[in-house]
């Protein structure tokens, strides 16, 4: 499968603080890839590199197989850009910005330009200064969609949109990638990643903790399990059960957590006569508290090790 983006030990510094360290990432054609981590962790940053509007320290980054410093315009031909924030001409109307971009560009359908005002529910004969936050976002995302680029690159894209919106939003991205484009999409909403996204790539503190499909990056969580039985509940089968914790018993009733694969678990509840069974998958909040948890955790134990072992050499 063609590479859309690549991007090989990409690493931005500002000075003394943290930009990006060591990023590589691989996004493939046709799919929606989710960029996803706290605000500061590098998300911006990587997209701006991306787009050659802030160069790198080190390592390289590559769209359509065009390094990026290279040969930006070539590049910036076949996008469409939505950045997280961002500042538009106060006195112009909605549809004289979109038409500015469009004539900027060259290529603009009007009539799809047209649908995508309807199914935004946008008012483009306002000024731009008049519009709320929602409002201004339905501008930046008709911008970025006009011209059906193929490849979107979207920072933190349904900021400010409300549910019915985002819905559309979301039913349009399916479309676009339906007819071949590729997408980038960051964010720190997970709830919008889990339910959008082909794959994840986790970052925090610039640093990349973990690229997976989003079904794998639940295995990370806890499933939390019910089983129950008509007899004496067979605990002890259950807690030799590698990733089974947290394990109590009410009545006939066992509850327990799963860490990975639950499939061991139900495998061993139907050899045992369950008569009832009851599991909650993780979502991909659960999953990334549980891996910036346990990252934390590590660091913190790491530290506390480090400072015992100047303690012994004192």
Do not use: W
């Amino acid at each position: 499968m063609t590479a859309v983006i690549r991007t090989e030990k990409l690493t931005k510094s500002y000075g003394s603080h943290r930009g990006i360290v060591d990023v590589d990432l691989e996004v493939d054609q046709g799919e929606v890839f989710g960029f996803l981590g706290p605000n500061g962790a590098g998300k911006t940053t990587t997209i701006r590199v991306l787009l050659d509007l802030i160069r790198p320290t080190s390592g390289k980054a590559f769209v359509f197989d065009i390094e990026s410093s290279a040969d930006p315009a070539a590049i910036h031909r076949r996008i469409g850009y939505l950045p997280g924030e961002f500042a538009l001409y106060d006195r112009l109307t909605g549809r004289q910005t979109l038409e500015y971009f469009g004539n900027l560009r060259g290529g603009v359908d009007k009539a799809y330009q047209t649908e995508l005002i309807g199914r935004f529910d946008l008012d483009p004969s306002r000024r731009f200064r008049e519009y709320s936050k929602g409002n201004k976002q339905k501008v930046g995302l008709v911008a970025a969609l006009q011209h059906r680029p193929e490849l979107l690159l979207l920072d933190e894209p349904t900021s400010g949109l409300d549910p019915l919106v985002q819905q559309t939003f979301f039913t349009l991205l399916r479309e676009r990638v339906k007819d071949g484009a590729t997408v980038f999409l960051s964010s720190h909403i997970l709830s919008e990643v889990e339910r959008s996204c082909d794959r994840v790539a986790i970052i925090r503190e610039g640093r990349l903790v973990r690229v997976d499909r989003v079904d794998a990056l639940r295995d990370l969580a806890h499933h939390q399990v019910e089983l129950r039985f008509e007899g004496v509940p067979p605990v002890a089968e259950f807690q030799k059960i590698p990733g089974v914790s947290d394990v109590t018993v009410e009545d006939h009733l066992i509850r327990l957590r799963v860490l990975g694969p639950i499939t061991p678990v139900v495998q061993a509840a139907a050899r045992l006569g369950v008569t009832d069974f009851l599991s909650r998958e993780p979502t991909l909040e659960e999953t990334f508290l549980a891996q910036y948890g346990r990252e934390t955790s590590e660091a913190t134990e790491a530290a506390e090790a480090a400072a015992a072992e100047a303690g012994e050499a004192r």
